[in-house]
């Protein structure tokens, strides 16, 4: 199994950028794909992004492609989102998720999940 805590939220202004990490626990981090999703209030959950396990792959919403970016570093079992140029439609509960399969852009596809960590992005 593998834990996820999240860090890296924020209030920001329209414009601004936020820097998200996801700390993993356990030694097998690197053979799980890792995604980022995130949910606004009465809205579904929505992929945002997702990276392979040995990070060479990654993948993107379109709403967030080119402003943000999802990396890894599996020395530090620990992933981030960077998010430049964010717009109010950004806020919403980040969270990060660990894939047995190794990829995919559906919440099903994914394992374990951590808490969440909040971006407000004001206008």
């Known amino acids: 199994q593998v834990q996820l805590v999240e860090s890296g939220g924020g209030l920001v202004q329209a414009g601004g950028s936020l820097r998200l990490s996801c700390a993993a626990s356990?030694?097998?981090?690197?053979?799980?794909?890792m995604g980022w999703f995130r949910q606004a209030p009465g809205k579904e959950r929505e992929f945002v992004a997702a990276?392979?396990?040995?990070?060479?792959?990654?993948y993107y919403a379109d709403s967030v492609k080119g402003r943000f970016s999802i990396s890894r570093d599996n020395a530090k079992n620990t992933v981030y989102l960077q998010m430049n140029s964010l717009k109010p439609e950004d806020t919403a509960g980040y969270y990060c998720?660990?894939?047995?399969?190794?990829?995919?852009?559906?919440?099903?596809?994914?394992?374990?999940w951590g808490q969440g960590t909040q971006v407000t992005v004001s206008s």
């Open positions: 356990g030694r097998t981090f690197s053979t799980y794909g």
């Open positions: 998720a660990a894939s047995n399969s190794g990829r995919g852009n559906e919440g099903a596809d994914y394992d374990y």
């Open positions: 990276i392979s396990w040995s990070g060479r792959l990654t």
